[in-house]
């Protein structure tokens, strides 16, 4: 039986273009957590960075993640939302995690190939340490539950090893949890609409790839008008799906908007055509991106609201962190101020 309270981490990355994945995948995930557990949510700016970013864009992208949460439902109130380079614990002991993760662990990593393209001798070495700082984000505060969508799943469990081995090799039974991934229901793998076989992405260069928070009505509908698909009516069964990625994305799509499963939809829009999926999908989109994006906009005007927000946030986490990362020092032998 582990001694840890349940407490929940997660984080976004300031990298633009806020996506639908995002929203189904983790930021809705989170309005609902809130209520059940004493939860972080974090601002990845550290993260953001391992690929270039322009340094006068990255405050205002910042600020935007922190917006998006807030309209979405989470009360900062109740949660700690902040940015991660505000609090110093991050990368101190993301450092000291990365002594203990091996380069075998590393080079097993999916997202880091994916995402090195062919050069990898260019990429950064931020973006192959990148699943080491993750590790560190959600150990620094002893989380024991961590909403993703699916594309997480594998740094989710190094995390765990990481963890598991600090505990074991540093003679620290249970120092830190076993972080436990939470990655449900029909919304934690959007795919893109251009091509349902690659995940809705920011850095995706197509805007046509993915709807945006901030899409209007009509580009919402324009976009999803464009989605691939194809001339077959929709299965009545989900294992109709299987050899279909596209109808499969479109009906998830649909189901995670309206809360329901995709058999579902699949009882509703079984034998029916994508004409008549999509305008209703388009639909529903508007129907539950249009009020989160016209408070992200009020949100967004009023910046020292925002900071405030995040400068609060900060205090509350470093609170949480600080005495953390020094036990954990102290474990490490290190002299500790
Ligand atoms: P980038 O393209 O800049 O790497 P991203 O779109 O992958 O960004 P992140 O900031 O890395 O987004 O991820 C934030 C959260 O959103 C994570 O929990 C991640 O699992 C989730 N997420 C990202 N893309 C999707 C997706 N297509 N479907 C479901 N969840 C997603």
Not at 144 to 166: C, M, N, S, W, Y
Not at 285 to 306: C, F, G, T, W, Y
Request: hydrophobic share 40%; charged share 25%; net charge negative.
């Amino acid at each position: 039986m582990s001694k840890h309270s349940p407490r929940v981490f997660s984080g976004v990355q300031p990298t633009g273009n806020l996506h639908l994945g995002n929203y189904l995948g983790a930021i809705s995930k989170f309005v609902t957590m809130q209520h059940d557990y004493p939860s972080i949510f974090c601002v990845v700016d550290l993260h953001a960075v391992t690929v270039p970013q322009d340094p006068k864009l990255l405050k205002e992208q910042t600020r935007e993640i922190a917006a998006a949460y807030v309209a979405a439902g989470i009360d900062p109130a109740k949660s700690i939302i902040f940015a991660q380079s505000t609090v110093s614990a991050h990368a101190e002991l993301a450092w000291i995690l990365s002594c203990q993760a091996r380069i075998g662990w590393l080079n097993r990593m999916t997202q880091f190939k994916d995402k090195a393209g062919k050069d990898k001798e260019k990429a950064s070495v931020g973006l192959y340490t990148y699943p080491v700082l993750m590790a560190a984000d959600i150990l620094a505060y002893k989380a024991t539950h961590v909403p993703v969508g699916e594309d997480q799943k594998q740094h989710l469990e190094l995390a765990r090893d990481i963890a598991a081995k600090f505990n074991n090799d540093m003679n620290a039974e249970d120092f830190f949890p076993q972080p436990e991934p939470l990655i449900q229901g029909p919304g934690t793998r959007v795919m893109s609409l251009k091509d349902g076989t690659a995940k809705m992405s920011k850095s995706d260069p197509s805007d046509l790839s993915r709807i945006n928070l901030t899409d209007d009505a009509d580009t919402i509908a324009k976009k999803v008008k464009k989605a691939k698909s194809d001339a077959d009516v929709l299965p009545s069964e989900e294992e109709g799906l299987e050899a279909r990625p596209e109808a499969r994305n479109l009906v998830g799509i649909y189901a995670a908007l309206s809360g329901v499963s995709r058999a579902d939809v699949l009882s509703e829009f079984g034998g029916q055509g994508f004409g008549a999926l999509k305008p209703r999908l388009a639909e529903l989109a508007v129907e539950k991106l249009a009020p989160i994006s016209e408070e992200m906009r009020r949100l967004q005007n009023d910046r020292a609201h925002l900071d405030g927000i995040l400068m609060d946030g900060a205090e509350r986490a470093d609170a949480i962190a600080a005495p953390i990362l020094r036990e954990t020092k102290e474990i490490m032998g290190f002299l500790v101020r």
